[in-house]
């Protein structure tokens, strides 16, 4: 009913819109849950990447939401690493451990044809598990090739423009990171897409739900083109840009066979480097998911990852 009633009109979807809340008498609208709800989707979405199938993933089906605080991993079931010298699976906990509040989860391939082993971190500054507002970036790492794709999370502001407090956030993060090193090309047929990690995650204004086997709505834009954007709006003298000015994007799923190809994000980034993003990510968004995977497995561009033997 609500989605016939959203088509008559622009108006009309808009005032729909804003009673949704109103009717949805169940929990779902707080920061904390909106911020759960998009560490849920990167997860579920890196899964995806590292080739997980949902069916394999008890952990995210057997979520108890009781048990989550500051972060959507803290209600998983999976086994809490621990740390060990020179391990890279302890790394980046026992770096952010004194922040705030830390959640590390692993998840191992359970026999059979199933290739995935990797990793959640999730580091809530305190500040934001204080109840501060704050947003996220989560970080996939793949080990063996250093792929280095970062999700910035952005929820529209009003009138479905940027809000100026997202923009800041996002060019006082980008003026803090260190640039990437270019990567040496091994062979011809070693090329990628787009070098740059950064994308936007921008989600329509709905609420953290119980429909864990599917990620959030919303689309994935370059860096570059949602700065281009602004820039050409600072120019116009117009407000901001709007998410519906952004007519070129990715879905979840086509990003996902992306990255898992090697077409998307920066290779030969060195752990220590992405750590330093990571850093810049919980001082200026508050909370950061790195997800770091450790499967080995043959990509479609010719990139050269070996396969699990």
């Known amino acids: 009913m609500f989605a016939n009633l959203r088509r008559i009109s622009s108006d009309v979807e808009a005032e729909v819109q804003r009673l949704m809340p109103l009717l949805d008498d169940a929990e779902g609208w707080s920061e904390c849950e909106l911020g759960w709800r998009d560490e849920r989707d990167a997860l579920v979405l890196f899964a995806k990447i590292a080739g997980l199938a949902l069916n394999d993933f008890s952990e995210v089906r057997l979520w108890d939401k009781a048990a989550a605080h500051g972060a959507f991993i803290s209600g998983l079931t999976g086994t809490a690493v621990q740390p060990t010298l020179d391990d890279i699976r302890g790394r980046v906990a026992t770096r952010f451990s004194g922040i705030g509040e830390t959640v590390v989860r692993t998840f191992a391939s359970r026999g059979g044809n199933r290739s995935y082993d990797f990793e959640a971190t999730s580091i809530t500054d305190r500040w934001v598990a204080d109840g501060g507002k704050g947003s996220l970036d989560a970080y996939y790492y793949h080990v063996d090739t250093q792929t ?22 996002m060019d006082e993060f980008h003026s803090r990171v260190r640039r ?12 990628s897409l787009l070098e740059d990690p950064l994308f936007l995650r921008i989600h329509e204004p709905v609420p953290f739900t119980a ?7 919303g689309a994935i834009y370059p860096y570059g083109q949602v700065t281009a954007a602004i820039s050409a709006t600072v120019e116009t003298s117009l407000p901001g840009p709007s998410v519906g000015a952004l007519t070129r994007h990715l879905v979840p799923t086509d990003f996902a066979r992306l990255v898992r190809d090697g077409w998307l994000g920066a290779r030969r980034v060195p752990l220590e480097v992405a750590m330093e993003w990571v850093e810049a990510t919980i001082d200026t968004a508050g909370v950061a998911l790195v997800v770091v995977d450790f499967s080995l497995r043959q990509r479609g561009n010719g990139s050269g990852i070996k396969t699990r033997v």
């Open 148 to 169: 280095l794709v970062v999700l910035r999370y952005v929820r529209p502001g009003p009138n479905g423009l940027f809000s100026s407090d997202a923009r800041h956030r």
């Open 180 to 191: 990437l090193p270019r990567s040496a090309r091994q062979s011809a047929d070693d090329y």
């Open 211 to 217: 429909a864990l086997h599917r990620t959030s709505s």
